[in-house]
């Protein structure tokens, strides 16, 4: 997806933009491992309206996505101990986890404590100094 395309989509939309992006009619394939990390590596506030993202923003958040999903790729995905692939390996990007699932612990740009919110019903994870 180009990022002329994104922009015309979250223009459409007035929910958050983490919700905008968890929606796989507007953009597939983000789930909430990857939009949570990509919102975080592209320092924007996931309870932003989408509709309000400036064409820069939109810019780092497609090439955030695209970098957070190629690492899951890249190391098997995500596993807990219920999930392994089809050679019966586990994968290995909850390792590398940016903000997800990591509350309490330090952000990894600015130390500052990783809060858990609750956005649009899913589990948020943000640094309120780099995102807020």
């Known amino acids: 997806m ?3 395309e994104l922009m015309r989509k979250l223009q459409k939309t007035g929910r958050s933009v ?3 992006i968890l929606d796989q009619s507007l953009l597939a ?6 939009a949570n990390d990509g919102l975080w590596e592209a320092r924007i506030n996931p309870k932003q309206k989408a509709n309000t993202l400036t064409i820069p923003q939109v810019k780092k ?3 955030s ?5 190629e690492r899951g790729l890249a190391t098997g995905g995500a596993s807990d101990n ?3 692939n089809a050679k019966g390996e586990m994968g290995s990007y909850q390792n590398e986890f940016l903000v997800y699932g990591r509350t309490g612990e330090p ?7 990783l809060e858990r919110i609750v956005v649009g019903g899913r589990g948020t994870w943000v ?3 780099c995102q807020l």
């Open 2 to 4: 180009s990022e002329a």
């Open 18 to 20: 983490k919700e905008a």
């Open 29 to 34: 394939g983000v789930g909430n491992i990857y």
């Open 61 to 63: 958040l497609l090439s």
């Open 65 to 69: 996505l695209r970098r957070v999903m």
């Open 82 to 84: 219920s999930y392994v």
């Open 107 to 113: 952000c990894n740009r600015c130390g500052t404590k």
């Open 127 to 129: 640094c309120q100094k």
